[in-house]
């Protein structure tokens, strides 16, 4: 299974991504826990990255596409698919990651994008920020977010229709109702043959 997850943040993306990595033994790519751990551990890069994160806004690409060229290719040294959540978040990134991951004979099966409405969103990210204390969850900074996310990541939604590799699933319901949805629909995906379908837009240049 190699697939990514579109979702507005607060949309349980990182939930069902982590169940979806254990239903199918995939490693879990989540560009923002991989950039947080950086900043929790005052790495260079974590120092670099921080005051994007903290305003809501996005890292600069060259950086989270290292990260994921680097994931991408430990999965397919272990002959792994992947779950990739947070990436693409713009169109230029999923021409990117396509590129990447065609050079390794990775491209995805799958775009799963979980639809959920805009106020829920906000309330499920204030609740997890009382949880997590996460510094990106105070609620300027969410309506940035999921104003970036209408802005800059819904139409890459369309990248994948043109794809036909786009399946949407309703995040409204209870999580576990949704991972039961969702694992439904990809273990038919998983049922059937791969099919990569090129991209038929011009693809962006590579950062
Ligand atoms: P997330 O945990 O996916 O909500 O990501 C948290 C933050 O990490 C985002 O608000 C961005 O600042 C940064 N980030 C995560 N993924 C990307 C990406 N693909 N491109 C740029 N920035 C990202």
């Given amino acids: 299974m190699r697939m990514v997850m579109i979702a507005a943040p607060g949309a349980g993306k990182g939930t069902q991504a982590s169940r979806i990595a254990t239903h199918f033994g995939i490693p879990h790519i989540a560009t923002g826990s991989l950039l947080r751990s950086h900043v929790e551990r005052d790495t260079r ?7 994007y994160m903290d305003r809501g806004t996005l890292v600069p690409d060259r950086i989270v596409l290292r ?3 680097r994931a991408l290719t430990e999965a397919k040294a272990a ?5 990739l959540d947070g ?6 990134q999923a021409g990117s990651v396509y590129q990447v991951a065609a050079e390794l004979e990775m491209t995805a099966d799958v775009a799963l994008h ?3 409405d805009d106020e829920e969103a906000v309330r499920r990210m204030l609740s997890r920020s009382a949880a997590e204390h996460r510094t990106d969850d105070t609620e300027s900074v969410i309506r940035r ?3 970036l ?8 939604l369309d990248w994948y229709a043109e794809r036909r590799i786009l399946l949407c699933v309703d995040g409204m319901a209870p999580v576990d109702a949704v991972t039961a949805r969702v694992l439904e629909l990809l273990e038919v995906v998983e049922a059937t043959p791969p099919v990569d379908r090129a991209p038929k837009i011009p693809l962006p240049a590579l950062v």
């Fill in 67 to 69: 990260m994921v060229r």
């Fill in 149 to 156: 996310y209408h802005e800059v990541t819904r139409p890459v």
């Fill in 114 to 116: 979980l639809e959920i």
């Fill in 45 to 51: 890069l974590g120092r670099t990255v921080r005051g």
């Fill in 145 to 147: 977010r999921l104003a």
């Fill in 87 to 92: 990436y693409p978040r713009t169109p230029a």
């Fill in 79 to 83: 002959g792994v698919g992947y779950v």
